[in-house]
């Protein structure tokens, strides 16, 4: 049984493919058009995942498609009265979606194909991309995010093969809709720069939490929560919002009487000041209050130890954090492209679940996206040849492992950067040391040298500290595993003058924990650091300077080029500046 799973016509378009239960390969859209956040229609990935497991488009079986256009009919119905020109939108999406088979069709040069698509409802994709490739046997399960077939959350249980949702929060409550917001509103327009506020949140005391509280309110007794509509647009028809192709557009969600009740607006150009900290630590704080009092609700109510997380507001790993230590939940599985990239590979296990079958996979690294070959490798240096020379850099090829990784050691633990390129690429929004940028976490000066030399980014940003599994609790106050960098948990008090690099403000690291089983290169990599240096850590960072992370060879020497990255990992290839042998 051949499914494919997409997630189109929205943020993050991706696809997944599935045989008999089992992902095979995964993309986000993004990283073959090279537009962040890429919406429309996903065809580059949709191609790739076809390519990856060698099946043609007629061994599909089902397509699935994580969109239910009945789902809250009646809901969306009323709305649409209230809201002509915004519905008049929906309904050309809605026209893409019913004529999706077609397109799939088109995008594999197979016009004579009628498939047969099966839709699932929104959020219970989100629950199926997490419960669904868990290693857990039953689990309490929480999908929460901005919205989707007009719900903003869902929560329920998992048992086997089955989703039993048991609520949900409909249009338009939201608290994804409330970060974004005020994350507008803090002077961070684009789509997907919740996680800039989430970062400058440290940086300030929840001084205004009383006003923040009226903004969202929730119940006591069931894990529902509201929205004050007086502080949003959304829900008047006056915040546009573009998900047709290329990168997805919101106009304001944030009304004028936000403005009144917390004062200006802060405008992008204008500087960060302790006012816009008390901001974020406000907006933050209440995020947590609200999220994991919902959360010890469906604890008590279901009576289990085990959790399944989802949806973009998952990504908030400074919350998911702290969910072991205040929840009653005892182990989490968040997995790596929680937001709606993931709604791919949902829709296709709950298509291939809903026929009870048994679940035999785990979904325990995201390496499911494009490798690329030693000939590809070397075909991309010689392309970029004669800049390569007019740079001074030297390539040389290291077939040895054990010296490959001694190398890379020595000079990333004598204050080089790194450019890391292995293997398939990581599905989710995270490098996980395949297409990682690595230095020093040892270096307090290793975080400014970054923003300088390669990212270009907001200062108050962290960077994450990969650590080697069985070290966790050596460096951190918590030691469950968390392999797809979403957790935040506090540094130890006596390692954070050890890697100062990756300790955030608040003394919490982004930590990505790896084992030998998820990624061995990687995970000798940084046991190769330890010998030398005696700090099982590694400072990682995406693999990309304002844009979408590199996936090819070639988008890999291009960002190393542009940028002064001091040397290049790609594959068994050595790269280095100015005649440096590496010697």
Same mark, same amino acid.
């Given at each position: 049984? #051949?499914?494919?799973?997409?997630?189109?016509?929205?943020?993050?378009?991706?696809?997944?493919?599935?045989?008999?239960?089992?992902?095979?390969?995964?993309?986000?859209?993004?990283?073959?058009?090279?537009?962040?956040?890429?919406?429309?229609?996903?065809?580059?990935?949709?191609?790739?995942?076809?390519?990856?497991?060698?099946?043609?488009?007629?061994?599909?079986?089902?397509?699935?498609?994580?969109?239910?256009?009945?789902?809250?009919?009646?809901?969306?119905? =009323?709305?649409?009265?209230? !809201?002509?020109?915004?519905?008049?939108?929906?309904?050309?999406?809605?026209?893409?979606?019913?004529?999706?088979?077609?397109?799939?069709?088109?995008?594999?040069?197979?016009?004579?194909?009628?498939?047969?698509? +099966?839709?699932?409802?929104?959020?219970?994709?989100?629950?199926?991309?997490?419960?669904?490739?868990?290693?857990?046997?039953?689990?309490?399960?929480?999908? #929460?995010?901005?919205?989707?077939?007009?719900?903003?959350? !869902?929560?329920?249980?998992?048992?086997?093969?089955?989703?039993?949702?048991?609520?949900?929060?409909?249009?338009?409550?939201?608290?994804?809709?409330?970060?974004?917001?005020?994350?507008?509103?803090?002077?961070?327009?684009?789509?997907?720069?919740?996680?800039?506020?989430?970062?400058?949140?440290?940086?300030?005391? /929840?001084?205004?939490?009383?006003?923040?509280?009226?903004?969202?309110?929730?119940?006591?007794?069931? /894990?529902?929560?509201?929205?004050?509509?007086?502080?949003?647009?959304?829900?008047?028809?006056?915040?546009?919002?573009?998900?047709?192709?290329?990168?997805?557009?919101?106009?304001?969600?944030?009304?004028?009487?936000?403005?009144?009740?917390?004062?200006?607006?802060?405008?992008?150009?204008?500087?960060?000041?302790?006012?816009?900290?008390?901001?974020?630590?406000?907006?933050?704080?209440?995020?947590? @209050?609200?999220?994991?009092?919902?959360?010890?609700?469906?604890?008590?109510?279901?009576?289990?130890?085990?959790?399944?997380?989802?949806?973009?507001?998952?990504?908030?790993?400074?919350?998911?954090?702290?969910?072991?230590?205040?929840?009653?939940?005892?182990? #989490?599985?968040?997995?790596?492209?929680?937001?709606?990239?993931?709604?791919?590979?949902?829709?296709?296990?709950?298509?291939?679940?809903?026929?009870?079958?048994?679940?035999?996979? #785990?979904?325990?690294?995201?390496?499911?996206?494009?490798?690329?070959?030693?000939?590809?490798?070397?075909?991309?240096?010689?392309?970029?040849?004669? @800049?390569? $020379?007019?740079?001074?850099?030297?390539?040389?090829?290291?077939?040895?492992?054990? $010296?490959?990784?001694?190398?890379?050691?020595?000079?990333?633990?004598?204050?080089?950067?790194?450019? =890391?390129?292995?293997?398939?690429? @990581?599905?989710?929004? %995270?490098?996980?040391?395949?297409?990682?940028?690595?230095?020093? /976490?040892?270096?307090?000066? !290793?975080?400014?040298?970054?923003?300088?030399?390669?990212?270009?980014? $907001?200062?108050?940003?962290?960077?994450?500290?990969?650590?080697? @599994?069985?070290? +966790?609790?050596?460096?951190?106050?918590?030691?469950?595993?968390?392999?797809?960098?979403?957790?935040?948990?506090? +540094?130890?008090?006596?390692?954070?003058?050890?890697?100062?690099?990756?300790?955030?403000?608040?003394?919490?690291? %982004?930590?990505?924990?790896?084992?030998?089983?998820?990624?061995?290169?990687?995970?000798?990599?940084?046991?190769?650091?330890?010998?030398?240096?005696?700090?099982?850590?590694?400072?990682?960072?995406?693999?990309?300077?304002? $844009? /979408?992370?590199? !996936?090819?060879?070639?988008?890999?020497?291009?960002?190393?080029?542009?940028?002064?990255?001091?040397?290049?990992?790609?594959?068994?290839?050595?790269?280095?500046?100015?005649?440096?042998?590496?010697?």
């Amino acid at each position: 049984m #051949v499914i494919v799973g997409i997630n189109a016509y929205h943020g993050d378009a991706s696809a997944a493919l599935v045989i008999d239960g089992k992902l095979i390969a995964a993309a986000e859209e993004e990283r073959f058009t090279r537009v962040k956040h890429e919406a429309g229609f996903p065809a580059n990935a949709l191609r790739y995942v076809i390519s990856a497991a060698g099946v043609s488009a007629k061994e599909i079986n089902t397509i699935a498609v994580a969109r239910d256009p009945w789902a809250r009919i009646w809901r969306k119905a =009323w709305y649409a009265l209230r !809201m002509p020109a915004r519905a008049a939108g929906r309904l050309s999406v809605q026209e893409k979606f019913a004529a999706i088979g077609a397109e799939v069709a088109r995008a594999l040069d197979s016009h004579d194909t009628v498939f047969n698509v +099966v839709r699932v409802e929104h959020h219970k994709a989100h629950l199926a991309s997490s419960f669904l490739v868990s290693p857990f046997d039953q689990a309490a399960l929480f999908s #929460v995010d901005g919205l989707g077939d007009f719900a903003s959350a !869902m929560w329920g249980v998992g048992r086997g093969s089955r989703i039993e949702p048991w609520g949900a929060v409909p249009f338009p409550h939201s608290l994804g809709i409330y970060y974004t917001a005020l994350t507008q509103y803090l002077g961070f327009p684009r789509y997907g720069d919740e996680y800039k506020v989430m970062g400058l949140a440290s940086y300030g005391e /929840p001084e205004m939490i009383g006003e923040f509280r009226r903004i969202v309110t929730a119940s006591d007794d069931n /894990p529902g929560f509201r929205l004050n509509p007086d502080f949003f647009l959304h829900h008047r028809g006056r915040s546009d919002m573009t998900w047709a192709g290329g990168e997805p557009q919101i106009g304001r969600l944030y009304s004028d009487y936000m403005v009144e009740r917390l004062g200006p607006a802060r405008d992008p150009a204008e500087p960060i000041t302790p006012r816009h900290h008390a901001l974020a630590a406000s907006l933050q704080a209440r995020l947590e @209050e609200v999220l994991l009092d919902r959360l010890r609700m469906l604890q008590r109510a279901s009576g289990m130890k085990d959790l399944c997380l989802a949806g973009g507001v998952a990504y908030n790993c400074v919350s998911n954090g702290k969910i072991r230590e205040d929840t009653g939940f005892e182990r #989490v599985y968040i997995q790596s492209a929680a937001g709606d990239a993931g709604l791919a590979i949902g829709a296709a296990m709950q298509a291939w679940h809903a026929s009870n079958h048994r679940r035999d996979f #785990v979904m325990d690294h995201a390496y499911w996206g494009a490798a690329y070959s030693d000939a590809d490798i070397h075909a991309a240096i010689r392309t970029a040849s004669r @800049e390569l $020379e007019n740079q001074r850099c030297t390539v040389r090829c290291v077939d040895d492992e054990a $010296e490959l990784l001694r190398i890379a050691a020595a000079k990333i633990a004598d204050g080089a950067v790194a450019g =890391w390129f292995q293997g398939r690429m @990581e599905w989710g929004p %995270r490098a996980l040391g395949n297409r990682s940028i690595l230095a020093d /976490p040892r270096r307090t000066e !290793m975080r400014e040298i970054l923003n300088v030399k390669i990212k270009r980014r $907001e200062n108050f940003r962290p960077f994450a500290p990969s650590i080697l @599994e069985e070290s +966790v609790s050596e460096y951190f106050e918590q030691s469950f595993p968390s392999p797809f960098m979403l957790m935040a948990y506090r +540094v130890r008090p006596e390692k954070r003058a050890v890697i100062p690099a990756t300790t955030h403000v608040d003394g919490t690291g %982004r930590l990505q924990t790896v084992n030998e089983g998820q990624n061995r290169r990687y995970y000798r990599l940084i046991r190769e650091f330890a010998r030398q240096t005696g700090v099982p850590v590694l400072l990682n960072t995406s693999f990309n300077e304002n $844009e /979408p992370v590199v !996936m090819k060879p070639a988008e890999a020497l291009d960002c190393f080029l542009r940028t002064r990255m001091d040397f290049l990992v790609l594959g068994n290839c050595l790269v280095t500046r100015f005649g440096d042998d590496l010697t």
